[in-house]
């Protein structure tokens, strides 16, 4: 016998399935879309059914891109350094960095990390399209923003070998302690990025 309709939930589970959302979160979520105007129901259900119609990749750095746009604005802007360019994991690495409000480089989108265990090689990550535009676009630095994680750090060290012998610059993410953690709860990772990057008082 089923406690709840069928419609509801479908709802339900349909939330459960996206990462981070427990059983308990997943009622809520329904719950207050059936409690709520219609119309707010409606429009996460038409933003969804729209999602992967509306989104592309830039052709040159992999960034998201409105559909049947080629390149990116963060590319096309004369006031973006083509020569400077941040390579980052995720798509959504960029809108990180962008925050800051200090970056004016362009950015590379590697789509994903070297994971052997996750069966993904370098050759599945668009680091050859990455020396493409090395050669392209005349690049002075890299700048390897990629996670401070195995998989971030095997990559970046990849990256660094295929750069080997080209005129380029290759710098890294400052890695510190997050203001408010004790020494005891710092990970290896980080506290050994710690150390390598002090500064002299």
């Known amino acids: 016998m089923n406690v709840l309709p069928p419609a509801l939930q479908a709802v339900i589970e349909a939330f459960g399935k996206l990462p981070g959302v427990g059983p308990r979160t997943a009622e809520r979520y329904a719950y207050y879309l059936m409690r709520r105007d219609p119309t707010i129901a409606r429009q996460v259900s038409s933003s969804l059914d729209n999602l992967h119609a509306g989104i592309g990749y830039c052709k040159k750095t992999y960034a998201l891109v409105?559909?049947?746009?080629?390149?990116?604005?963060?590319?096309?802007?004369?006031?973006?350094?083509?020569?400077?360019?941040?390579?980052?994991?995720?798509?959504?690495?960029?809108?990180?960095?962008?925050?800051?409000?200090?970056?004016?480089?362009?950015?590379?989108?590697?789509?994903?990390?070297?994971?052997?265990?996750?069966?993904?090689?370098?050759?599945?990550?668009?680091?050859?399209?990455?020396?493409?535009?090395?050669?392209?676009?005349?690049?002075?630095?890299?700048?390897?923003?990629?996670?401070?994680?195995?998989?971030?750090?095997?990559?970046?060290?990849?990256?660094?070998?295929?750069?080997?012998?080209?005129?380029?610059?290759?710098?890294?993410?400052?890695?510190?302690?997050?203001i408010g953690v004790d020494l005891e709860y710092a990970d290896q990772i980080t506290l050994g990025r710690a150390l390598e990057g002090r500064q002299t008082l």
């Open 66 to 178: 409105p559909a049947g746009q080629d390149l990116s604005d963060l590319y096309t802007d004369p006031r973006r350094d083509k020569t400077t360019v941040a390579v980052v994991a995720e798509p959504f690495d960029i809108v990180a960095l962008e925050k800051t409000n200090q970056y004016h480089g362009t950015y590379h989108v590697l789509g994903g990390l070297v994971s052997p265990i996750d069966g993904i090689g370098p050759e599945q990550l668009h680091i050859k399209e990455l020396m493409d535009r090395v050669d392209e676009d005349g690049v002075i630095e890299i700048i390897l923003a990629t996670n401070a994680s195995v998989e971030g750090e095997s990559t970046a060290l990849y990256i660094q070998q295929q750069i080997a012998g080209r005129e380029v610059k290759v710098s890294r993410l400052a890695r510190g302690l997050p």
